[in-house]
């Protein structure tokens, strides 16, 4: 009876082990969905030292560190990495690729920039780089400033 016993509290303390562990994983991933944070889309609007950009981006921050951007003034994609600091700050960086008329690798923009959210709206700073097919740098690089709203969602 005793061989029983002990089989049983084994039994037991292998489950209340395991249990504990699937806390104590969830419980930061918890944490983390109830902190603020600038996952999400955004509408993006740039402003140059020439005043406020002709176009607007999406820019979407997703879990596990990947970004992700579209423009209304080019065709084209850009993916790329970010990363939060502290409790309202961000920074990114990302590649867009450009092709010629001929589907040619033409140039690639890389842009990198750093900025703050407070609920619904963030605001930031940016360094654009184009890159030629190589990837050497192509003239100087551009500085410009953002704005963006959060994209939430409505009601059909």
Do not use: C
């Not at 082990?17 to 109830?34: D, K, Q, R, S, Y």
Request: proline share 5%.
């Amino acid at each position: 009876m005793s061989e029983r016993a002990s089989r049983r509290q084994a039994l037991a303390g292998v489950g209340a082990g395991t249990l504990g562990a699937a806390i104590a994983l969830t419980a930061p991933a918890a944490a983390e969905a109830a902190a603020p944070s600038v996952r999400g889309t955004w509408v993006i609007v740039p402003k140059s030292s020439r005043g406020p950009s002709t176009f607007r981006a999406l820019s979407a921050f997703a879990a596990g560190g990947v970004f992700v951007t579209t423009g209304s003034d080019e065709a084209g994609t850009g993916l790329g990495e970010w990363s939060q600091n502290g409790a309202a700050g961000f920074a990114f960086t990302y590649l867009n690729f450009h092709f010629d008329t001929a589907g040619k690798p033409a140039n690639t923009v890389k842009v990198r920039a750093a900025g703050t959210f407070h609920g619904s709206k963030l605001t930031g700073h940016a360094t654009l780089t184009e890159l030629d097919p190589s990837g050497r740098p192509v003239g100087g690089s551009a500085r410009f400033t953002f704005t963006g709203k959060r994209l939430t969602v409505e009601a059909p």
